[in-house]
């Protein structure tokens, strides 16, 4: 079956430093892939997706990148910033014909950025 | 545009009873879709509605049924209620049965006791 792995929290940077948080998937055929961001007490939030091999997916200053060899989508951002604070989720999705499959969701990654 | 919302907010309810959770989608929505998010978790499938129909299923006992209506509204049942079942049930509205993107609610607070 599906599934998504990603690095294991909390992650506590400095603010200007670099983040990188390791996803790796695993699923059949050529899922879309995704970030979503989850601050305290709110719902989740579509951060960027990429859905075919080597895209690029970008947003407020995060990026991702499409890996099939690797099967993996690593997200970075150049500076981090104290409200850039929450819980990251990776999350894949496949297409069969039946149309859309519900998310697959990685455990979660809670980062941390102190001033 | 109100986006998805959901409603009640927070909901505490005994071992053994029913609760009915309630979803809105966002505004040109037609597809809905409901996720257990547990304590430190990621969000699990539970379904998704298309055309008031269940269309996919994740891997969720039958005590959890839904429903969505002519208005694409939906609503998640779930029945003999365990305190395993204590989460945050999110809704996520997306266009068509292939919408690429998800748009969630800020969630139901279920609390079994």
């Known amino acids: 079956g599906n599934s998504v792995t990603q690095m294991e929290g909390p992650v506590t940077l400095s603010e200007e430093a670099f983040l990188t948080i390791n996803c790796t998937y695993t699923a059949t055929g050529y899922p879309s892939l995704f970030w979503y961001v989850q601050y305290p007490g709110e719902g989740l939030q579509l951060l960027l997706k990429a859905t075919k091999a080597d895209d690029k997916g970008s947003n407020k200053g995060f990026e991702a990148t499409y890996r099939k060899e690797t099967t993996s989508f690593h997200l970075e951002k150049g500076s981090v910033q104290v409200s850039d604070s929450a819980v990251y989720f990776c999350a894949l999705r496949r297409y069969s014909g039946g149309g859309a499959d519900g998310l697959t969701f990685g455990k979660g990654t809670h980062l941390i950025i102190q001033p | 545009d109100a986006g998805v919302t959901q409603s009640p907010t927070h909901l505490i309810k005994t071992r053994g009873q029913q609760v009915t959770l309630r979803c809105s989608p966002k505004?040109?929505?037609?597809?809905v879709s409901w996720y257990q998010q547990a304590l430190g978790q990621g969000p699990q499938f539970i379904f998704q509605?298309?055309?008031?129909?269940?269309?996919q299923r994740g891997n969720f006992p039958d005590r959890f049924s839904g429903h969505q209506f002519p208005n694409y509204s939906s609503e998640l049942n779930v029945n003999a209620l365990l305190l395993g079942d204590s989460a945050l049930y999110l809704c996520a509205s997306s266009r068509g049965a292939e919408g690429t993107e998800a748009f969630f609610g800020q969630g139901t607070r279920l609390t079994v006791v």
């Open positions: 505004s040109g929505h037609d597809t």
């Open positions: 509605y298309y055309e008031e129909e269940e269309r």
